[in-house]
């Protein structure tokens, strides 16, 4: 028996060949409709014509014949001239969902099939009601007897013609709105420096205010930590034992612990009955910017110029999360009780909101052209703003929706502060301190406070600044190596600094 020896080819040339065969085949009935049948196409008709328009075929010729029959006259407001519903001819509706006559009558066999008001019926109610309505236009809303009066079968059954003229009712009744405005900005008084504190022998990095309102602490570019009296502005302590800038100090509300953070890779925590480190949290590869206390649960959070946020266990110094995702150093981390408990924002130009149990990214809001270097949350509200060189963006919890823009602060934002009044400060680079109406977005004042004696002028710049605790001061951290101290200014009123605001309808960016 002899055997045909069948020849090899790649798999490209046979599924090759199979197109190239199956192509040939088809070209010919390429594009073509297929021809209608013409049986099925009436049962389709047939079908589609009794499901969808069912219920209301005969409606047509119940018209012509009324059109046929002149209407008696009908008189406004005579709620008597309701036609009798027998001296018409009615028809039922039966739909795929039965309903009753009305609110709380039970679903029987009587009730499954609706009796439509007639037409006439549904005119004279048409009239009466808006005559009614005409008398009522000057109010705001029905009381409940009106509302009785007027739930009748015909609008409880939801008749077609009465659709109509309960839209228009509801038009007429209601007084006309008002043309859509921007909300006047509240009166806020303007702040005034009144005192300079100096004492670091470097930049002015970070500061933080103890939960007492009785001191607060600074940490600066000259590797030291100082704790200042609030009242009087006096050196109290001197801490040293970072190696590299100081970027961020915190003070728990929970513990007598300090916590800060530095360039030099370290994160000290520090036991201010003793005034001496008692936990190192060791875990990240660079310089770490920022931190901050988790309110109500004994976690730590660090964020790096690695790219990565951390969660530390404070008793126990373990890295209980890396919160990774970011692709460069993350500037500002903000914690809060509720969800979203993590908030970071980065040189990435992102906000990243996380889920602290799983460690996980919720959200990531890309909004920002420019590094994100400050984020603040709102003392009492469940929104939070972040600043950015390109502007100061407001944000509402839980999944990060955008509320509005702040621009006009034209620089390099290194910080943002709110109090409980609705007032944020936003604090940048040269030197320069913007002051807004939160709600509004309203941009009340302007500082620029000139630099200490013997400073240069490049050195005009804010790294952070704070509220204290009764909300009343306003502590600055500077370039020009001082911290100072602001509050509003009581003598003046809203005759004396008048809003000089102007509505702006446009003024509200999508994004």
Request: glycine share 6%; aromatic share 8%; with cysteine.
């Amino acid at each position: 028996m002899m055997y045909e020896e069948v020849q090899k080819h790649s798999v490209h040339t046979l599924i090759f060949r199979s197109l190239k065969r199956t192509h040939d085949m088809f070209v010919s009935d390429h594009a073509k409709p297929v021809s209608r049948d013409e049986t099925s196409h009436k049962v389709k008709m047939a079908i589609k014509l009794h499901v969808e328009y069912g219920p209301v075929r005969h409606l047509p010729a119940i018209k012509e014949e009324k059109e046929k029959t002149a209407l008696p006259a009908v008189q406004y407001g005579n709620e008597q001239s309701l036609v009798n519903e027998a001296q018409s001819p009615q028809y039922m509706i039966t739909g795929t969902h039965p309903y009753p006559s009305g609110p709380g009558v039970q679903l029987s066999d009587d009730t499954q099939l609706q009796k439509m008001p007639s037409e006439e019926g549904a005119q004279s109610m048409a009239l009466a009601i808006s005559a009614q309505a005409r008398q009522n236009a000057t109010r705001t809303s029905a009381s409940v007897s009106d509302i009785l009066k007027h739930a009748s079968s015909a609008e409880r059954s939801q008749a077609p013609a009465s659709s109509v003229v309960l839209e228009g009712t509801k038009n007429s009744a209601l007084v006309l709105k008002k043309a859509p405005s921007m909300p006047k900005p509240q009166w806020h008084p303007p702040w005034k420096l009144y005192r300079v504190i100096s004492g670091h022998l470097g930049w002015v990095r970070c500061i933080t205010v103890e939960p007492g309102n009785q001191w607060f602490v600074t940490g600066s570019a000259d590797r030291t930590i100082k704790i200042w009296d609030l009242a009087s502005g006096k050196l109290k302590l001197s801490l040293t034992g970072h190696i590299s800038t100081v970027r961020g100090v915190i003070i728990s509300s929970r513990s007598p612990y300090l916590f800060s953070c530095g360039e030099d890779k370290q994160v000290k925590c520090w036991d201010l009955e003793y005034n001496k480190v008692i936990r190192h949290y060791h875990g990240h590869l660079s310089a770490v910017y920022d931190l901050d206390l988790h309110p109500t649960v004994d976690v730590l959070l660090t964020c790096s110029r690695d790219s990565t946020a951390r969660v530390w266990d404070i008793r126990t110094k373990a890295s209980v999360h890396t919160l990774s995702g970011h692709t460069n150093a993350v500037a500002t981390v903000k914690c809060q009780a509720a969800e979203p408990q993590v908030i970071t924002g980065s040189h990435d130009s992102t906000i990243r909101l996380w889920d602290l149990v799983g460690g996980k990214t919720r959200a990531t809001l890309t909004n920002h052209k420019k590094s994100v270097r400050s984020l603040v949350l709102h003392p009492t509200q469940y929104t939070f703003a972040s600043g950015s060189p390109d502007n100061i963006k407001q944000w509402k919890f839980p999944d990060g929706s955008f509320i509005q823009n702040l621009a006009g602060h034209n620089a390099i934002i290194n910080t943002l502060a709110v109090n409980s009044d609705g007032v944020l400060v936003s604090g940048a680079d040269n030197g320069t301190m913007h002051l807004w109406d939160w709600r509004t977005g309203y941009n009340f004042q302007r500082i620029h406070a000139a630099v200490q004696p013997g400073s240069l002028d490049s050195e005009s710049g804010i790294f952070a600044c704070t509220f204290d605790k009764s909300e009343s001061r306003m502590l600055t951290a500077e370039a020009d190596k001082t911290i100072k101290v602001y509050k509003e200014d009581e003598t003046a009123s809203e005759e004396t600094h008048p809003v000089n605001w102007k509505p702006e309808i446009l003024k509200r960016k999508r994004f």
